[in-house]
Structure formats: structure tokens, C-alpha cells
């Protein structure tokens, strides 16, 4: 750039100037208003909005899924969409260092490489043209980071559109308006304009296009829990599930009956003070993580054992131990394990049953132990599952075994053999619970709780 | 005669400070006509200085370490008065920030102002948009929590595929091979003492490069 450019360039800032206004108060006015609007957003998007929660870091659980914060989804998908390219998508750090860092070069670099004086948008149809189609590209990236590569039928046509949209477009109109920039010269503004409009046209047709061949998944939505009443009773339905079994539902057992491979093996009261004052909350999430296995007790952490919990969860069967049986610690008030049954009203599963059963039957019940093969983790396994599949669970019927065994009857074959025995094996279910499976089961059990509206208690 | 005891207390602090010159230089300047577009690099000022004071509240509370992190951010969000605002603030304030630096950086790419005599602002202010967004990353690991511990590990994970570096630039974020209590440790100190330092020096920068040359026209037919 020559001096008179450089002259030139400065005179006409000063014109500029002459009929231009104040730094204060003209633009410090607006500057306020802006910072006061953002202010306004942030008290609003904090207290509306909130703060998405996750549960703590877990190292063990390497079965999450990543992501990262929104600004990298872009360079998240176009990573996955790079890596879906046969051969080259083995070498992944040229997507991941070598573009970004380019990319990253060419812009600081900016002003020595576009070194024209000239500043009017029609003068500048190359730069102006580039990063147009790169802004949409990361904006089509973002919207498409969670829509999956691959169909559920294995085919690569969702990935293929997208990287079409998001890459393969756009990598063609750099091109088509380098030539046309270095062609046509002075006269490539419009060439350059309609090709930029077109481009985007069809990147977003092709987004729209992968979006309503092959829509999101459905995710399941992950409750965490953040007050100490919830936290208590989270932990207190992994305990039943995974501690009852051998420590009792008060957590006194100090000799095992009726546990397979564990019968007669001793372990300490975990609720007496011997163990709560002498172990504190770090230790105690360790031995549930690690197990004793000198003594029988199997580990419950993911990190060794498949099936088992995550740091966090394990932290609350400590949190509830800690409240229902340490007397330094006071209980908070609880909510019901399920809502209290009006006189005519009939429970119905999703909001009755499935936490009684969480909560009492599910430790045996369930995939993986000897329970007659009868399962309660679903509705349709509670109805018909296991070798007494016929007789569990009888619609109507005071005779079903189920309705039998926790009320404390034995049941017995023809030659007298033991089927089942009185259930749960220890202790007996609180009575509003065995009313409420009774009123469950005589009235047909229903599923939901519009089901079981449309039904009423015969009251005596 | 109150009025006076005021005069005198300005014009003894003018002499010392040189309070009008500074009227003068930074604040009674021309400037050619602006819109709302301008506003953007005084909005991300805002948000930094924001960012700043949120941040060193957080930090009475917020301890660095994998056992307590987590629970410390439970106890700001549930039981200091007001510190789920703080923290609201301050967790949109830094996607805001990200979102307000870009688009600043893409005004000043539509109308050319990084052209002559604004080359070493617009240099600065790439820096600032890679440290903010480095601000980010860091900052996402600090909750301790499932999300942002996954997504440091893909993310330093991508950073050491660099060739022949790789693994010297995956060890030195990490502190280690693994992801563990030194990664943390160096992600805090890198998040409120070594980013903003540079941050804060560079905006110095930026805005002494800002007043020099004033804030650039929008172009027209004759640029």
C-alpha cells in the first residue's frame, strides 16, 4: 500500500469524522444500553432457564456418551462426519489439527492476505462469499451434532447427506468463487452473490432433508437428583435393590439367611453405631465399590462389576444410610413412598406398584437371580413371567400366589412341596402396601394411572 | 461553598492524575456515525469484566479437587444466599461471551475494518477470540460433573492427535496420561489466573489500539 492509498484512506476517515458523533455520550449511551440488556438476559436465563444437571464425574462409566459444550459441536460433527470418509478418515488429525488450524492461520493472518484497500461489500464478494458459507456450515453442524451417521438399518445415507450439506457444498462453492474471483474479476460480485445464495439453498435443502429421513433419536431424559430428600430416597431404592437382599431392610443382619452361596456367612450390623461412627462417608463408598471379598461381599462399582453403580449412586446408598440410621444425622421429612390411597380409589402401576416393587421385590426379582424365574422389572414380566407364570398374579382372584405369599401363606404342590414361601422372606410388607396390592390385583390391574380412574373400591 | 471544597478536590487530583486530559483523549473523541453492531465490542468488554466478578465469587466457595468440586457447586447452587444466580450468570454469561465475541469478530470481517491502519487490533482480537474460547473449555471441566469430564477427555483426546506433539501437548493438559486431580488443578489455574491475565493484558492492548485509531466507518461506494 503506497502512501497517497494510505493518504487517501485517511482523509476520508476524517470527512467521516466531520459528520460522525460523540464517543461520549452518543456511543457510551448505546454501549450502556446494551450492557444492561445482556444483564437483564443472564438474571433471566439464570432464574427461568437454570442450569442443566449432571450427575459427578465418573471415571468408571465409560458407557457416556460425550459431548462437549455447544460452541465445539460444530468441530464435534464435522470431526464424525470426517471420520465417516473411507482411508482418509483414518487420519484423523487432519480434521482435527491440521483444517481448524488452517482455517485459524488464514483468519489472523487476514489482513496480509486480502491486502486491497478497498472496503465496499460489492468490492469484496471472495471474502464476503467464503465466510458466509462457512458461518452457515457451522451453523447446519450444530443443528445436525446430535442426528446419528448411520441408519438404524445400517445404511450410510444419513452421514452421506449430511456431509454433502455441511461439507461437500460448501467445499465446492470455495471453489467456484476462486475462479470466479480470479476470472471474471471487477465483474464477479454478481456471479459470486448468486452462487453463495444458491449454495446456501441447497446445504440447508440437503440439513432439512437428513433431518426428516432420519430423525432424532428418542433419549432417555436422566433425573438427577440435587435435594438431600431426594438424594435419601434415590439411595434408599439402590439399597433395597442391591443391600437388602443380605443386610436386611433395617441394615441389622448380622448372620445371612436365605442368600444363595452366603447362607449363615456373618457380616456386621451396617446400621449400629459400631460401623457408623468408626467408617466415615469415603470409606464406606469404597467398601460398597470394592466389596469384601474375603468375606463374600461382591463389588457394586461399575469399574468391577458390569451391572453395578456409578460413583454418584453409590454415593447416596451412603447419604441414605448416613439419615436413616446414624444418630448424628437428622432424617428429613420423606415423601410417601407411593400417594396414599383414598377410600374408593384403585392404585394403578406407574404411580403405585412400580415403587412398592422397586422398593421391596425388585432385589430378588429381577434378570440374574433365582427367583422361580419370576421377574417384576416390568409390568408385562410382574403379569407373566417365571415358572408359575399362570398363578402369580390372577386378575380378580384372592388366590393369585402373589396376593397369598405376602399376606404369610406358604405355597404348597400336591405332594407337598414347598413352591414359594411367604414373601418377602424376611419381615412382612406394611399393610397399606398389601391393600394396595390387593386393591391392584382384584380390580384387574391397570397400567396407568388413567386406567385405574375409571375404576372404584368397593368400600363394605 | 460547598461547590468549592469539590472544585479544589478535582483540580488537586487533575494536577496529580491529569483527569481532563483523559476526559479529552478517551472519552470526548469523535467518532464517525455507529449503530447498534457497534455496540458488540464494548458488549464483550462487559461480559469479561462480568465473567471477573461472578468468577471470584465462585471461587470463595468452589474448591478444585475431584472429591469436592462436584459437591462444593451442589453447595453454591442449594445453600449460599443467591449463589445459584451468581453461578446462572456466570454458566450463560460464558456461552454468551463466546456467542458476542464471534459475531463482534464477523462485523468487523464484513466491514473490512481490520484493513489499514486497524491490522494489529484486529491481530489482538483473534487472540481474544481464541483465549475466550479457551476460557470456555477450560471453565466446562471445573463443575466435575459426567458432561464435562467426558468431553475433556475427547477434548485433549483430539488435541494429542497432533502429529510428532501429540502426546507432549496431551500430557501437558492433562498433567499426565490420564484424565485425574492434576488435570483439574491445572484447568483452574489456567481459568482464573493465566487466561485472564492474558486476556486482560491484551484487552488493554486492544482498547489503547481502539482509542488511536477510532472505531472504523461502515463503508461506502467510495471505499
Known amino acids: 500500500m503506497n502512501d497517497e492509498t494510505k493518504q487517501q484512506i485517511n482523509q476520508k476517515y476524517e470527512r467521516e469524522l466531520q459528520r460522525g458523533e460523540r464517543f461520549w455520550p452518543d456511543s457510551i449511551f448505546k454501549d450502556a444500553i446494551m450492557a444492561l440488556a445482556i444483564f437483564i438476559l443472564l438474571v433471566l436465563l439464570a432464574t427461568f432457564v437454570g442450569i442443566h444437571d449432571s450427575p459427578k464425574a465418573d471415571p468408571s462409566d465409560t458407557s457416556y456418551v460425550p459431548r462437549p459444550e455447544w460452541y465445539f459441536l460444530f468441530l464435534f460433527k464435522f470431526l464424525a462426519l470426517y471420520g465417516q470418509i473411507p482411508v482418509l478418515g483414518t487420519i484423523e488429525w487432519i480434521a482435527a489439527v491440521l483444517i481448524p488450524g488452517v482455517a485459524i492461520g488464514l483468519l489472523t493472518l487476514l489482513p496480509f492476505i486480502d491486502k486491497s484497500p478497498r472496503r465496499y461489500y460489492a468490492k469484496r464478494a471472495l471474502p464476503l462469499g467464503i465466510m458466509g458459507i462457512m458461518v452457515l456450515g457451522f451453523v447446519l453442524l450444530t443443528m445436525l451434532a446430535d442426528y446419528p451417521t448411520l441408519a438404524s438399518d445400517g445404511s450410510h445415507l444419513p452421514g452421506i447427506l449430511q456431509t454433502i450439506a455441511a461439507i461437500v457444498i460448501p467445499l465446492l462453492a470455495y471453489i467456484i468463487f476462486t475462479v470466479m474471483a480470479y476470472t471474471l474479476r471487477e465483474r464477479a460480485a454478481r456471479g459470486i452473490t448468486v452462487t453463495a445464495i444458491l449454495s446456501g439453498v441447497l446445504m440447508t435443502g440437503f440439513t432439512v432433508l437428513a433431518m426428516v429421513l432420519y430423525p432424532l433419536p428418542v433419549k432417555e431424559k436422566v433425573e438427577v437428583p440435587t435435594t438431600l430428600v431426594d438424594q435419601i430416597m434415590v439411595g434408599q431404592d439402590f439399597y433395597s435393590l442391591h443391600c437388602l437382599e443380605c443386610h436386611g431392610d433395617d441394615g441389622s443382619v448380622t448372620v445371612i439367611e436365605g442368600v444363595e452361596g452366603l447362607e449363615g456367612a456373618f457380616t456386621s450390623a451396617i446400621s449400629s453405631r459400631d460401623v457408623l461412627y468408626t467408617v466415615n462417608d469415603a470409606s464406606m463408598s469404597e467398601i460398597i465399590a470394592y466389596g469384601r471379598p474375603d468375606s463374600g461381599m461382591p463389588p457394586l462399582g461399575k469399574a468391577y462389576n458390569p451391572e453395578g453403580l456409578t460413583r454418584a449412586e453409590i454415593d447416596y446408598i451412603v447419604i441414605f444410610m448416613r439419615h436413616a440410621w446414624d444418630d448424628r444425622f437428622e432424617m428429613p421429612e420423606i415423601k410417601p413412598l407411593f400417594p396414599p390411597l383414598a377410600d374408593t380409589e384403585v392404585p394403578s402401576y406407574d404411580v403405585h406398584i412400580a415403587p412398592i416393587v422397586k422398593r421391596y421385590c425388585l432385589s430378588c426379582h429381577r434378570p440374574g437371580k433365582d427367583s422361580n424365574a419370576y421377574f417384576m422389572d416390568t409390568y408385562e414380566n410382574i403379569l407373566d413371567s417365571g415358572d408359575n407364570a399362570d398363578m402369580n398374579v390372577i386378575a380378580g382372584d384372592e388366590n393369585g400366589y402373589l396376593l397369598l405369599t405376602i399376606q404369610g401363606q406358604v405355597i404348597l404342590d400336591e405332594t407337598g412341596q414347598e413352591i414359594s414361601g411367604i414373601m418377602p422372606p424376611k419381615g412382612t410388607l406394611k399393610p397399606d402396601v398389601i391393600d394396595a396390592f390387593r386393591r391392584w390385583v382384584l380390580m384387574g390391574m391397570p397400567r396407568t394411572a388413567e386406567d385405574a380412574a375409571g375404576l372404584a373400591w368397593p368400600t363394605p | ?223
Open chain 2, 1 to 223: 461553598m460547598r461547590s468549592t471544597l469539590w472544585k479544589n478536590i478535582f483540580a488537586w487530583l487533575d494536577e496529580r492524575l491529569g483527569l481532563n486530559d483523559m476526559y479529552k483523549n478517551v472519552l470526548d473523541r469523535p467518532e464517525p456515525l455507529g449503530n447498534w453492531w457497534n455496540t458488540l465490542g464494548s458488549a464483550s468488554l462487559f461480559l469479561f469484566l462480568l465473567q471477573g466478578a461472578t468468577g471470584i465469587f465462585l471461587t470463595v466457595y468452589y474448591t478444585p479437587s475431584p472429591d469436592h468440586a462436584y459437591d462444593s457447586i451442589q453447595y453454591i447452587m442449594n445453600e449460599v444466599a443467591f449463589g445459584w444466580l451468581i453461578r446462572g450468570i456466570h454458566h450463560w454469561g460464558a456461552s454468551l461471551m463466546v456467542l458476542v465475541v464471534f459475531i463482534h469478530m464477523l462485523r468487523t470481517f464484513v466491514t473490512a475494518s481490520y484493513k489499514y491502519p486497524r491490522e494489529l487490533t484486529w491481530l489482538v482480537g483473534i487472540g481474544l477470540l481464541l483465549l475466550t474460547v479457551a476460557m470456555g473449555f477450560t471453565g466446562y471441566l471445573l463443575p466435575w460433573h459426567q458432561m464435562a469430564y467426558w468431553a475433556t477427555i475427547v477434548g485433549t483426546q483430539i488435541a494429542g492427535s497432533v502429529p510428532f506433539l501429540g502426546d507432549f501437548i496431551l500430557q501437558s493438559l492433562r498433567g499426565g496420561p490420564d484424565l485425574s486431580a492434576l488435570t483439574l488443578q491445572r484447568f483452574f489455574a489456567a481459568h482464573i489466573w493465566i487466561l485472564p491475565a492474558l486476556l486482560a493484558a491484551l484487552i488493554g492492548v486492544h482498547l489503547y489500539l481502539i482509542i488511536k485509531h477510532g472505531e472504523s466507518h461502515f463503508p461506502d461506494k467510495e471505499d
